[in-house]
């Protein structure tokens, strides 16, 4: 069983849509978060969810949105998709927050290309 | 502010040799360190950690010692295959471990 699971893997779209990039863990973990990694492989954490409750917002366009229905989901919202947007996001989930070395788990990633 | 900062690469070596890739850490308290890897059109998989000063994480013939007199945690492998051919990330979780910090990976190659 995967872990923590994204859909879709691959998502190619025109600018201007709105898109959305689902995740899910079986982990029991109380936390997730997206990251993103761009053409140069640079990874940049976007935000954090604990328990439901957003923790870390990092300096992205208003246009993305997470929504966590649960604590085992956290889903991206794209609104308005630009060119800049194509980028690998990758969905995450860590035991609890609190102690340092607990391992984060990340999901295969979703490849987006915005056209 | 926490920071990780890698050799820039890439990295290319032939098969069976010695690895290593750099890796220093800029943080406040007692962070934990991180190697991940990615391998080409996949996601990252751990490949090892240390949570305190002196600890060696290893795993896969790769190892890497937490230094905390020089801030460092390189990453090393005696006798590179092929199949190591990835992207190698460093990086640290702050004491709260609410986020891994990231450096810019370091891409690796190997020839046979």
């Known amino acids: 069983d995967t872990a923590v699971s994204q859909t879709p893997k691959y998502l190619v779209t025109q600018m201007g849509n709105d898109k959305s990039i689902k995740c899910e863990q079986n982990?029991?973990?109380?936390?997730m978060y997206w990251y993103k990694q761009d053409s140069k492989k640079f990874l940049k954490i976007m935000f954090s969810?604990?328990?439901?409750?957003?923790?870390i917002n990092e300096t992205v366009p208003n246009r993305f949105s997470p929504k966590s229905p649960d604590k085992a989901h956290l889903n991206l919202h794209i609104n308005s998709l630009e060119l800049g947007d194509s980028a690998v996001y990758f969905c995450?989930?860590?035991?609890?927050?609190?102690?340092?070395?607990?391992?984060?788990?990340f999901g295969e990633g979703s490849w987006l290309t915005v056209v | 502010g926490n920071s990780v900062t890698q050799m820039e690469g890439p990295v290319t070596l032939s098969e069976e040799a010695f690895l290593t890739i750099n890796c220093t850490y800029t943080a406040t308290g007692y962070p934990s360190l991180f190697w991940y890897v990615q391998y080409p059109g996949e996601g990252l998989q751990l490949l090892l950690k240390a949570t305190k000063a002196d600890d060696k994480g290893s795993n896969k013939g790769f190892e890497a010692t937490y230094r905390k007199e020089t801030t460092s945690f390189h990453l090393e492998k005696g006798s590179v295959q092929v199949s190591d051919s990835a992207v190698y990330f460093c990086?640290?979780?702050?004491?709260?471990?609410?986020?891994?910090?990231f450096g810019k990976g370091t891409t690796l190659s190997v020839s046979s």
């Open positions: 969810y604990n328990n439901k409750e957003l923790i």
């Open positions: 982990l029991g973990h109380d936390t």
């Open positions: 990086a640290l979780s702050n004491q709260a471990g609410t986020a891994l910090i």
């Open positions: 995450a989930s860590n035991t609890n927050r609190g102690t340092s070395g607990n391992t984060i788990y």
